[in-house]
């Protein structure tokens, strides 16, 4: 079973930097995307970044050039890997509660495709952030 934990979100200023992590555990994929989406209050959840097991990545309009998606593969456990998201430069209307996903036999840009969130199975608890002016 495929468990999602994400952590790292918290309260920052505009201008700042933040970075949200994801410990997906379970997942024997050996083809697999990865992707963050982000949910503000009122508002649909939005694909902002993806990472595939060839190492690829895809961001969203709207933080392309502010944040970096990375992986890091646990080399004792082959079914537990770590998601990351660095954000920079963040925004207020990058507020909102931060989740990760994963599925397989897709590409980075898999989750950034409009709606896709309708199809995912599994969410973790999400993370807030919050960003100030």
């Known amino acids: 079973q495929v468990d999602l934990v994400e952590s790292g979100g918290g309260s920052v200023q505009a201008g700042g930097s933040l970075k949200l992590s994801c410990v997906v555990s379970g997942y024997t994929y050996n083809d697999y995307c990865m992707g963050w989406f982000r949910q503000a209050p009122g508002k649909e959840r939005e694909g902002v970044a993806g990472?595939?097991?060839?190492?690829?990545?895809?961001?969203?309009?709207?933080v392309r050039g502010r944040v970096t998606v990375s992986q890091d593969h646990d080399s004792q456990d082959h079914a537990k890997n770590t998601l990351f998201l660095q954000m920079n430069s963040v925004m207020p209307e990058d507020s909102g509660t931060y989740y990760c996903?994963?599925?397989?036999?897709?590409?980075?840009?898999?989750?950034?495709?409009?709606?896709?969130?309708?199809?995912?199975?599994?969410w973790g608890q999400g993370t807030l952030v919050t960003v100030s002016s």
């Open positions: 990472i595939d097991s060839n190492g690829n990545t895809a961001y969203g309009d709207s």
């Open positions: 996903a994963t599925d397989s036999d897709c590409h980075a840009g898999y989750f950034l495709m409009p709606s896709t969130h309708k199809y995912v199975k599994l």
